[in-house]
Structures are given as structure tokens and as C-alpha cells.
């Protein structure tokens, strides 16, 4: 089994249309949860960083984590195409000198 | 402009051949990465480094080498030991190396195998 399980999609939606992402792990040692935005042929950028269970939001995006389940979450309002990319969640723990990504979801939003 | 740059953008590799990767930055960063993006795999550490002079193994590093002589500088070589080197190489870079510091990428090399 995969440390962090992301399914790969690709995840199709129409424009206006409300995004969910989500990503399971194993390990109940991690602590920090990110999500990465990564456009064709780019590197990713880094979009939202948690550290505890909850939400916390940052404009049209809402990152969820539930720890308890071993489960996050991206969420994304009024999706735009400009949101089509491919989203990695990256999650470590304390004591870790490296993150353990997602596969990643491929998200195309269509006009 | 603030930032990390890698070239080149494409590389070919022929059979048995050493090549090197680029990268640079300017963002007076202390800690540089080096991954490699498989389709469906997300990203894998290569190597790392803290600080000048100093690397760590990730967790793919057979095949791999690297050398951190000067701050802004991580060049990565991909040698003929790496029997599937065909992927997306990304640098990246943070302040340091404590795992909360946002870690900063690079546009990416593709390496491809004649």
C-alpha cells in the first residue's frame, strides 16, 4: 500500500462548478498537508499548507483535513478554467526532511 | 526576478552516456531538492542538500549524483548506471530544511533517451 493514495482522475467539470480533491494516507505520524498546483509542463506551486484537522480557507479554495480518517481535501468555488492543472497533495511528518506526494488529480474545467 | 531556473528545458541521453542537469537560484536558499515525476507517481526525492557541501540521499538516488559547491548551484548528473531515466526532473528549493518551509520549484527539465 501507498503511503498517500490520490486518485489520478482525469476529473472533468464544467465552469462555476464546485472541485473535490482528496488524498487518503497511512502513516498516522503525519502532521503537515499541502497541496500543489502543477500546470502542463511546469513545476507545482505551492496553493494551500495545514498542519491541524479542520478547514481553512484562502479565497475560492477550502483545504480539509480530518485526521481521524486519515483523509484531506481540496476544494475548489466557482471553479475557472484557469484552475485546469494537476493537483498533488504533499503530507510529512515532524520529523521528516522530505514530503511524500500524491500521483496527483488531473482537473480539466471546461468553459 | 526572484527564482529557480533549470536548464535545459529537454535533454537527450544516448546508451552509456553521462548527463548533467542545471540548477540555479537566486532566493538565498539554503536547502535545494532534487525530484523526479513519473506519470501516475507523483513526485520522488532524488537528493537533497541542507546547506553547501552537504547532501542526503532520497529515496531513488541509485544512478544518480550530485555536488553543492556553491549555494545557489544543485546540479544534478544523471549517469549510465540509471537504466530508465526517461521522466520530468524537478529542482526545487526552500529557506532551509525544516519540512514547514515552503519548498519552491523550478519550470523542469524532460529527459528523454535516444
Known amino acids: 500500500q501507498k503511503e498517500v493514495e490520490q486518485d489520478p482522475g482525469p476529473l472533468s467539470v464544467p465552469e462555476g462548478a464546485i472541485v473535490s480533491l482528496n488524498c487518503t494516507y497511512s502513516?498516522?505520524?503525519?502532521?503537515?498537508f499541502m497541496w500543489y498546483r502543477q500546470y502542463s509542463r511546469k513545476g507545482p506551486e505551492l496553493l494551500m499548507y495545514?498542519?491541524?484537522?479542520g478547514n481553512k480557507e484562502d479565497g475560492r479554495f477550502t483545504a480539509q483535513v480530518d485526521k481521524s480518517s486519515k483523509y484531506i481535501s481540496l476544494f475548489i468555488r466557482d471553479s475557472q478554467p484557469s484552475d485546469s492543472a494537476t493537483y498533488l497533495c504533499?503530507?510529512?511528518?515532524?520529523?521528516?526532511?522530505?514530503?511524500?506526494f500524491g500521483s496527483g488529480t488531473q482537473l480539466t474545467v471546461l468553459p | 526576478d526572484g527564482g529557480i531556473t533549470q536548464s535545459p528545458k529537454y535533454l537527450f541521453r544516448k546508451e552509456g552516456q553521462n548527463v548533467t542537469l542545471s540548477c540555479e537560484q537566486n532566493?538565498?536558499?539554503?536547502?535545494m531538492y532534487w525530484y523526479r515525476q513519473d506519470p501516475g507517481q507523483g513526485l520522488r526525492l532524488i537528493y537533497y542538500?541542507?546547506?553547501?557541501?552537504?547532501?542526503q540521499k532520497g529515496d531513488i538516488a541509485e544512478g544518480y549524483s550530485v555536488s553543492r559547491e556553491k549555494k545557489e548551484s544543485f546540479p544534478l548528473t544523471v549517469t549510465s548506471a540509471q537504466k530508465n531515466p526517461t521522466a520530468f526532473y524537478l529542482c526545487?528549493?526552500?529557506?532551509?530544511?525544516?519540512?514547514?518551509?515552503?519548498?519552491?520549484f523550478g519550470p523542469g527539465t524532460r529527459l528523454l533517451v535516444l
Open positions: 526545487a528549493s526552500s529557506r532551509t530544511v525544516h519540512i514547514q518551509e515552503t519548498q519552491y
Open positions: 502513516n498516522s505520524a503525519f502532521q503537515y
Open positions: 495545514t498542519y491541524s484537522s
Open positions: 504533499a503530507i510529512c511528518s515532524g520529523s521528516a526532511r522530505q514530503l511524500t
Open positions: 532566493l538565498n536558499h539554503d536547502a
Open positions: 542538500s541542507q546547506i553547501v557541501n552537504d547532501f
